[in-house]
């Protein structure tokens, strides 16, 4: 979605300091796409044993909105890097897309109208290229604490795009 409002403007790391990353990274190690399931280092900071392996994090949002939510003006505007970024991975096969925005981000920057492929947690759509796009609610603190998104249910999507990948 957009940088954290707590630990990824102050660490560089998307998903840090706060809830999100307590999700995100261990589940990104329980599937292999990273080193270590601690996105930070004992002293708050970037942990440098922090190595993704077929795995990039970026944001449909570049800056860091007012109330933490951002506007459909900002993603917009911010869509060309998303667009730039993603065109970039030329052996691109996957993509998750936290929460909805993300979704729509991600679909705006392949030219699709986001009305044609609904967002879902654990939905997967085809991209025009071949480009897996699967989605899940946004692992913040709201939707874990209400009980929209649990552990596993967020894990089942990372354990569906890596077998996917290893088809």
């Known amino acids: ?11 560089g790391r998307p998903f840090t300091g706060d809830v999100a990353g307590e ?4 589940a990104l190690y329980r599937f292999g796409f990273a080193a270590v399931p601690e ?15 077929d795995c990039r994090i970026t944001n ?9 939510k951002p506007t459909i003006v900002e993603i917009r505007q911010c869509n060309a890097h998303l667009q730039a970024e993603l065109a970039a991975m030329p052996r691109l096969r ?9 979704h729509q981000g991600v679909l705006r920057a392949y030219g699709i109208k986001p009305r044609t492929m609904t967002f879902g ?3 997967q ?3 025009p290229d071949g480009t897996a796009l699967f989605d899940s609610y946004h692992c913040s603190g709201y939707n874990w604490r209400t009980g929209r998104l649990s552990r596993e249910s967020f894990e089942a999507v990372f354990a569906g795009v890596r077998a996917f990948l290893d088809q």
């Open 1 to 11: 979605m957009a940088p954290g409002e707590k630990g990824a403007n102050r660490t």
């Open 23 to 26: 999700l995100l990274y261990p």
């Open 39 to 53: 996105p930070l280092a004992s002293d708050g900071w970037a942990n440098p044993a922090m190595i993704l392996a």
């Open 60 to 68: 449909a949002v570049r800056c860091l909105p007012p109330a933490n």
């Open 94 to 102: 996957a993509i998750v897309a936290l929460g909805a925005i993300a």
């Open 121 to 123: 947690h654990h939905v």
């Open 125 to 127: 759509h085809l991209l």
